[in-house]
């Protein structure tokens, strides 16, 4: 069964410091990645995805996430935190033989002045 | 504008009460989901579509139904609502069942059930 593991429900950073949210995947076949982004009172939005063309992959709003397959994890990295950074950010994962997909339980990120 | 959208946004009923939830895609997708968020939980799915007519149960289908008799609708069907139904739900659509393919999320319907 494919699982999806957030560490740290709630992440609190100073505005311009790393931005680091943690993500490990349980799969036993090579996975797709996501990584979404939900403002207060909207939808998922997509910042990145994983698909096996690179391990490094770039999205929007300047985050970034490696896929590190020895660690099973793509965690979600941003230089320099921005105040509108500030939302829920969920990884998901789903496979190519498969239809469904899984969701972490979410990090909240706060950003503080 | 491409976009998923999802009627009501926001509902308030009674134990027992049928309700449906409505759930349409303008951009010609063949797969569409839904799925409920919970405090601690995160997203959950529902019910998912490949295609017309071809629906599967995700991983919490207890209490819901669904149908895909259009490529752009997607209903979401509670027979009989019961309170731990209360939650959010998220309808989205993706081009193609494809793992690369991106899923597209409405803006959420808040479901209370009293």
């Known amino acids: 069964a494919q699982s999806v593991t957030q560490l740290g429900s709630h992440v609190s950073v100073s505005e311009g410091a790393l931005v680091l949210l943690r993500c490990n995947y349980s799969?036993?076949?090579?996975?797709?990645l996501f990584w979404y982004v939900q403002y207060p009172n909207q939808g998922l939005q997509l910042l990145l995805k994983?698909?096996?063309?690179?391990?490094l992959v770039k999205g929007i709003n300047g985050f970034e996430a490696e896929f590190k397959k020895s660690e099973t994890s793509f965690h979600l990295t941003k230089p320099s935190a921005h105040m509108s950074d500030a939302a829920e950010y969920f990884c998901?994962?789903?496979?190519?033989?498969?239809?469904?997909?899984?969701f972490g339980t979410g990090t909240s990120l706060t950003v503080i002045p | 504008e491409a976009q998923v959208t999802q009627n009501p946004r926001y509902l308030i009923t009674v134990t027992g009460k049928k309700l449906t939830v409505t759930c349409s895609q303008n951009m010609n997708h063949e797969y569409m989901s839904w799925y409920r968020q919970d405090p601690g939980l995160g997203l959950r799915q529902i019910y998912y579509?490949?295609?017309?007519?071809?629906?599967d149960k995700g991983d919490v289908p207890e209490g819901y139904k669904v149908s895909r008799k259009e490529k752009r609708n997607f209903p979401l069907i509670l027979e009989s609502p019961s309170p731990n139904q209360t939650s959010l739900y998220f309808c989205?659509?993706?081009?193609?069942?494809?793992?690369?393919?991106?899923?597209?999320f409405g803006p959420g319907t808040r479901l209370l059930v009293l």
């Open positions: 994983y698909t096996s063309a690179a391990t």
């Open positions: 989205a659509s993706s081009l193609s069942r494809q793992g690369s393919e991106t899923q597209y």
């Open positions: 799969s036993s076949v090579p996975p797709y």
């Open positions: 579509s490949m295609n017309v007519e071809v629906t």
């Open positions: 998901a994962v789903t496979l190519l033989t498969g239809n469904q997909f899984y």
